[in-house]
Protein backbone atom coordinates (compact mmCIF):
# COMPACT_ATOMS: atom_id res chain seq x y z
CA UNK A 1 0.00 0.00 0.00
CA UNK A 2 1.53 3.23 -0.77
CA UNK A 3 1.69 6.00 1.74
CA UNK A 4 0.64 9.22 1.15
CA UNK A 5 2.66 11.98 3.42
CA UNK A 6 1.88 15.27 3.32
CA UNK A 7 6.09 16.31 2.53
CA UNK A 8 5.84 19.55 1.77
CA UNK A 9 4.45 20.76 5.52
CA UNK A 10 7.82 18.60 7.05
CA UNK A 11 11.57 19.50 6.86
CA UNK A 12 13.51 16.36 7.53
CA UNK A 13 16.83 16.53 9.80
CA UNK A 14 19.38 13.90 10.10
CA UNK A 15 21.08 13.42 13.58
CA UNK A 16 24.63 12.70 14.59
CA UNK A 17 26.00 10.12 14.73
CA UNK A 18 26.05 8.12 17.79
CA UNK A 19 26.64 5.00 20.24
CA UNK A 20 24.12 2.22 19.26
CA UNK A 21 21.71 1.65 21.99
CA UNK A 22 21.14 -1.78 21.46
CA UNK A 23 24.14 -3.18 20.00
CA UNK A 24 27.91 -3.21 21.24
CA UNK A 25 30.35 -1.27 18.77
CA UNK A 26 27.60 0.00 16.44
CA UNK A 27 26.72 3.29 15.76
CA UNK A 28 23.31 5.06 15.30
CA UNK A 29 22.04 8.03 13.30
CA UNK A 30 18.27 8.95 12.80
CA UNK A 31 16.02 11.06 10.50
CA UNK A 32 13.32 13.14 11.84
CA UNK A 33 10.85 15.49 11.18
CA UNK A 34 8.93 18.14 13.52
CA UNK A 35 4.92 17.16 13.03
CA UNK A 36 2.73 19.99 12.36
CA UNK A 37 0.05 21.12 14.61
CA UNK A 38 -2.33 21.73 11.85
CA UNK A 39 -2.31 18.23 10.69
CA UNK A 40 -0.43 16.02 13.58
CA UNK A 41 -2.40 13.42 13.64
CA UNK A 42 -2.75 12.64 9.89
CA UNK A 43 1.06 13.03 9.02
CA UNK A 44 1.51 10.68 12.38
CA UNK A 45 -0.96 8.08 10.92
CA UNK A 46 1.07 8.08 7.24
CA UNK A 47 4.88 8.39 9.23
CA UNK A 48 3.92 4.94 11.13
CA UNK A 49 3.09 3.14 8.23
CA UNK A 50 6.18 4.50 6.56
CA UNK A 51 8.23 2.83 9.59
CA UNK A 52 8.66 6.56 12.09
CA UNK A 53 7.89 6.50 15.83
CA UNK A 54 7.16 9.46 17.73
CA UNK A 55 8.54 11.36 20.36
CA UNK A 56 6.69 14.44 21.67
CA UNK A 57 6.23 16.40 18.33
CA UNK A 58 9.24 14.82 16.41
CA UNK A 59 8.59 11.68 14.52
CA UNK A 60 12.14 10.04 13.64
CA UNK A 61 13.25 6.51 12.27
CA UNK A 62 16.73 5.03 11.95
CA UNK A 63 19.04 6.13 8.73
CA UNK A 64 22.37 4.22 9.98
CA UNK A 65 24.46 3.75 6.72
CA UNK A 66 25.88 0.49 7.78
CA UNK A 67 23.54 -1.23 9.47
CA UNK A 68 19.74 -1.92 9.10
CA UNK A 69 18.93 -4.17 12.28
CA UNK A 70 16.06 -2.14 13.15
CA UNK A 71 13.14 -2.62 11.86
CA UNK A 72 9.39 -1.36 12.67
CA UNK A 73 7.07 -4.10 13.96
CA UNK A 74 3.49 -4.53 14.63
CA UNK A 75 0.93 -7.55 15.61
CA UNK A 76 -2.07 -8.04 13.26
CA UNK A 77 -5.18 -7.78 15.64
CA UNK A 78 -7.54 -10.13 13.84
CA UNK A 79 -4.38 -13.01 13.54
CA UNK A 80 -3.31 -12.73 16.97
CA UNK A 81 -3.83 -15.75 18.84
CA UNK A 82 -2.58 -15.81 22.65
CA UNK A 83 -0.40 -18.78 23.67
CA UNK A 84 -0.54 -20.81 26.67
CA UNK A 85 1.99 -18.71 28.22
CA UNK A 86 0.70 -15.37 27.29
CA UNK A 87 -3.31 -15.92 28.97
CA UNK A 88 -0.91 -17.42 32.42
CA UNK A 89 0.13 -13.59 31.94
CA UNK A 90 -2.99 -12.48 31.47
CA UNK A 91 -4.56 -14.32 34.35
CA UNK A 92 -1.93 -13.12 36.39
CA UNK A 93 -3.21 -9.42 36.00
CA UNK A 94 -7.27 -10.73 35.88
CA UNK A 95 -7.02 -8.27 39.48
CA UNK A 96 -5.35 -5.07 37.89
CA UNK A 97 -8.08 -2.30 36.62
CA UNK A 98 -7.70 -0.39 33.24
CA UNK A 99 -8.21 2.97 33.02
CA UNK A 100 -7.64 5.28 30.05
CA UNK A 101 -7.15 9.00 30.99
CA UNK A 102 -6.07 12.23 29.23
CA UNK A 103 -2.51 12.92 28.09
CA UNK A 104 -1.89 14.58 31.10
CA UNK A 105 1.21 13.95 33.48
CA UNK A 106 0.87 13.35 37.49
CA UNK A 107 3.60 12.99 39.92
CA UNK A 108 2.44 9.56 40.43
CA UNK A 109 2.98 8.40 37.15
CA UNK A 110 6.40 9.89 37.54
CA UNK A 111 7.57 8.64 41.12
CA UNK A 112 6.83 5.09 38.94
CA UNK A 113 8.36 5.53 36.08
CA UNK A 114 11.48 6.80 37.96
CA UNK A 115 12.00 3.33 40.06
CA UNK A 116 10.99 1.91 36.33
CA UNK A 117 14.04 3.98 35.11
CA UNK A 118 16.46 3.68 38.20
CA UNK A 119 15.64 -0.47 38.29
CA UNK A 120 15.79 -1.16 34.52
CA UNK A 121 17.72 1.70 32.35
CA UNK A 122 19.87 2.98 35.19
CA UNK A 123 22.43 4.12 32.45
CA UNK A 124 19.98 4.19 29.47
CA UNK A 125 19.68 7.66 27.52
CA UNK A 126 16.43 8.54 29.90
CA UNK A 127 17.73 7.76 33.37
CA UNK A 128 17.96 11.83 33.86
CA UNK A 129 14.55 12.56 33.03
CA UNK A 130 12.85 15.09 35.80
CA UNK A 131 9.50 16.36 36.12
CA UNK A 132 9.10 18.72 33.20
CA UNK A 133 10.99 16.25 30.99
CA UNK A 134 8.17 14.01 31.37
CA UNK A 135 5.72 16.41 31.44
CA UNK A 136 7.05 17.27 27.84
CA UNK A 137 6.84 13.82 26.92
CA UNK A 138 3.46 13.10 27.67
CA UNK A 139 1.80 16.38 26.79
CA UNK A 140 3.68 18.14 24.43
CA UNK A 141 2.08 16.47 21.24
CA UNK A 142 -0.53 17.56 18.04
CA UNK A 143 -1.86 13.52 17.73
CA UNK A 144 -4.45 11.51 19.31
CA UNK A 145 -2.89 10.20 22.20
CA UNK A 146 -3.83 9.08 25.93
CA UNK A 147 -2.54 7.12 28.81
CA UNK A 148 -3.27 3.57 30.19
CA UNK A 149 -3.16 3.55 33.93
CA UNK A 150 -3.38 0.08 35.20
CA UNK A 151 -3.80 -0.30 39.16
CA UNK A 152 -4.21 -2.97 41.82
CA UNK A 153 -7.42 -3.47 43.32
CA UNK A 154 -8.12 -1.32 46.72
CA UNK A 155 -8.97 -1.99 50.00
CA UNK A 156 -11.18 0.76 50.93
CA UNK A 157 -12.88 1.06 47.30
CA UNK A 158 -10.64 3.94 46.35
CA UNK A 159 -8.14 3.83 43.11
CA UNK A 160 -5.70 1.07 44.04
CA UNK A 161 -1.71 1.45 43.89
CA UNK A 162 -0.69 2.36 40.24
CA UNK A 163 2.05 -0.33 38.78
CA UNK A 164 1.79 0.27 35.13
CA UNK A 165 1.67 3.17 32.38
CA UNK A 166 1.13 2.76 28.58
CA UNK A 167 1.65 6.47 26.58
CA UNK A 168 -0.57 5.37 23.64
CA UNK A 169 -1.27 6.85 20.42
CA UNK A 170 -4.27 6.23 18.58
CA UNK A 171 -3.45 6.34 14.88
CA UNK A 172 -6.37 5.24 11.57
CA UNK A 173 -5.59 1.62 11.38
CA UNK A 174 -4.36 0.63 14.98
CA UNK A 175 -2.89 1.69 18.45
CA UNK A 176 0.68 2.61 18.65
CA UNK A 177 2.39 1.70 21.98
CA UNK A 178 5.00 4.59 22.21
CA UNK A 179 6.55 4.22 25.65
CA UNK A 180 5.28 2.03 28.76
CA UNK A 181 6.50 1.49 32.12
CA UNK A 182 5.71 -0.22 35.07
CA UNK A 183 6.96 -1.09 39.09
CA UNK A 184 10.12 -3.44 38.77
CA UNK A 185 9.30 -4.74 42.04
CA UNK A 186 6.42 -6.39 40.83
CA UNK A 187 8.25 -9.27 38.12
CA UNK A 188 6.16 -11.83 38.51
CA UNK A 189 3.55 -10.00 36.92
CA UNK A 190 5.17 -9.69 33.54
CA UNK A 191 3.96 -6.57 33.30
CA UNK A 192 5.52 -4.84 30.39
CA UNK A 193 4.17 -8.53 28.48
CA UNK A 194 0.86 -7.75 29.87
CA UNK A 195 0.52 -4.33 28.36
CA UNK A 196 1.25 -5.45 25.13
CA UNK A 197 -1.48 -8.23 25.44
CA UNK A 198 -3.98 -5.58 26.88
CA UNK A 199 -3.53 -3.39 23.82
CA UNK A 200 -3.75 -6.41 21.56
CA UNK A 201 -7.36 -7.00 23.33
CA UNK A 202 -8.25 -2.94 23.44
CA UNK A 203 -7.31 -3.35 19.69
CA UNK A 204 -9.66 -5.82 19.01
CA UNK A 205 -12.70 -4.12 20.98
CA UNK A 206 -12.78 -1.36 18.83
CA UNK A 207 -12.00 -3.03 15.46
CA UNK A 208 -8.45 -1.74 14.93
CA UNK A 209 -6.58 -3.87 12.96
CA UNK A 210 -2.70 -3.60 14.16
CA UNK A 211 -0.99 -2.54 17.30
CA UNK A 212 2.24 -1.32 16.54
CA UNK A 213 5.44 -2.14 18.70
CA UNK A 214 8.26 0.00 17.86
CA UNK A 215 11.31 -1.49 16.75
CA UNK A 216 12.83 -4.26 17.27
CA UNK A 217 16.24 -5.03 16.93
CA UNK A 218 17.27 -8.48 16.32
CA UNK A 219 20.34 -10.07 18.40
CA UNK A 220 19.71 -7.10 21.09
CA UNK A 221 19.17 -8.32 24.92
CA UNK A 222 16.35 -5.69 25.17
CA UNK A 223 14.46 -5.68 22.18
CA UNK A 224 14.04 -9.95 21.86
CA UNK A 225 11.20 -9.87 23.69
CA UNK A 226 9.05 -8.57 20.61
CA UNK A 227 10.08 -11.36 18.47
CA UNK A 228 7.99 -13.68 21.71
CA UNK A 229 4.76 -11.92 20.20
CA UNK A 230 3.50 -14.01 16.92
CA UNK A 231 2.25 -13.57 13.79
CA UNK A 232 4.44 -10.56 13.86
CA UNK A 233 4.78 -8.53 11.08
CA UNK A 234 7.83 -5.72 10.08
CA UNK A 235 8.43 -3.60 7.64
CA UNK A 236 11.39 -4.29 4.88
CA UNK A 237 12.06 -3.19 1.63
CA UNK A 238 9.25 -5.36 0.19
CA UNK A 239 6.51 -3.51 2.88
CA UNK A 240 4.98 -4.89 5.53
CA UNK A 241 4.95 -8.84 5.86
CA UNK A 242 4.89 -11.64 8.50
CA UNK A 243 8.47 -11.90 10.14
CA UNK A 244 8.91 -15.51 8.78
CA UNK A 245 7.99 -14.55 5.25
CA UNK A 246 10.89 -12.10 5.08
CA UNK A 247 14.14 -12.62 2.67
CA UNK A 248 16.81 -13.51 4.51
CA UNK A 249 19.63 -10.35 5.28
CA UNK A 250 21.97 -10.08 2.32
Not at 12 to 30: D, H
Not at 45 to 62: C, H, K, M, V, W
Not at 153 to 160: H, I, V
Not at 163 to 186: E, H, I
Request: hydrophobic share 40%.
Amino acid sequence: MTQHVPTRQLRFFMTSVAPCPYLPGKTERKVFANLPFSDGAHVNDELTLAGFRRSQNIAYRPACEACDACVSVRLPVPDFAFSRSQRKVLARNADLTRALVEAEATTEQFQLLRRYLTSRHPLGGMSDMGWLDYVAMVEDTAVRTHLIEYRLPSDDGGPGDLVAVTLTDLLRDGLSMVYSFYDPRLDRRSLGRFAILDHVRQAAQVGLPFVYLGYWVRGSEKMDYKADFRPLEVLGKLGWMRLEDQPPPI
